[in-house]
């Protein structure tokens, strides 16, 4: 299912008029959709299928792409089909075609101040172009995500624990998941305390929704295009921010360069204005979200595909990182 776009590349290749298809290469790195990348007679592109996004909600944030590089967000706008569809739907799949960009994507002890502070001015300026009545979104409404109560996600963790010890015959995964999991209950058993009692989500907004290593394609120390604007969403701001930072600047080890978490912070600044509440506040809300959610095993166990698996061992280990140090992380957010 992941050699080849369901339509077929004949398809994909009449549909946007690109001659030739002269080499196909998936990409693995994507959860939501999958993606290839296209060597054609006309060009190089990156070709999305579209597997848990709607087709209208792909073309409302592809619209957005002009409108975002006019206001100097880097971005790259979807090549619209022969009949001028920026979506094209194909034998039941939908599909985005976008030009190839050439890039890296540094995450960890790639980073260094300066790159996170570069990051965090490019999502300052993300946050304010799309709070510009020019994108033509709706007016924002307070976004109310209940805080996860730990009485469910102990009970989601045990299904889990239940499903595996009822296979027949547990595979390397199943094992290496059974500790991770009882240490999981009992980090929520011991830090259930800490658990955040309410949230503010001041100030809120439109956000990417995903501003994650994997979507930021960098050349040298900038950010060359912002990608997948699947998860554009009203959220607080301080949570984009509190997510994106703690992903990037994580360490294979689980620890996070709190020195360049402080640098992007200070970046975000340069664009859009956040309190020191907000930011602490934020932080801790991402935190027990981590702890209380193994979004991870829904992937594995209920679609049958690994594409989450090493993310759940490396949230795993920034999961206990941060557990130990949440007090330095917090006082790092506050500035």
Known sequence: ??????????????????????????????ILNRNWRLETERGVFALKELDELSPEAARQSLRLMPKLAAAGVPV???????????????????????????????????????????????????HRALADPVM?????????????????????????????????EPDEFDRAVVPLL??????????????????????????????????????????????????LRVNAYGEEIARAAMYQCVLPSGRVDLDNVRALIAGYRTESA??????????????????????????????GTGSADEILFSDERLLRWWTANLDEVEAAFAG
């Open 76 to 126: 790259v706008s979807a090549v619209p089909s022969l009949s001028g569809a920026v979506v094209v739907e194909i034998d039941g799949g939908a599909y985005y075609l976008a030009p190839w960009v050439e890039g890296g994507h540094p995450r960890g002890d790639e980073m260094d101040p300066g790159r996170s502070f570069h990051m965090g001015a490019v999502i300052g300026r993300i």
């Open 136 to 168: 033509g979104l709706r007016t924002p409404a307070r976004p109310e995500y209940p805080v996860a109560d730990p009485g469910k996600a102990r009970a989601r963790i045990q299904e889990y624990l239940a499903l595996i010890e009822a296979r027949p």
């Open 182 to 231: 009882h240490e999981r209950l009992e980090l929520l058993a011991a830090h259930t305390v800490s658990r955040p009692e309410f949230a503010t989500y001041e100030p809120y907004g439109w956000i990417h929704g995903d501003c994650q290593n994997w979507n930021l394609l960098w050349q040298g120390d900038r950010i060359a295009a912002v990608l997948d604007w699947d998860r």
């Open 274 to 303: 956040i309190g020191a509440d907000a930011l602490v506040e934020a932080a801790r809300h991402r935190w027990w979200r981590m702890a209380s959610s193994v979004w991870h095993l829904k992937y594995h166990y209920d679609k």
């Open 1 to 30: 299912m992941t050699s080849s776009p369901t339509a077929g590349t004949d398809a994909i290749a009449r549909a946007y008029g690109l001659g030739e298809i002269r080499a196909v290469r998936y990409l693995a790195n994507g």
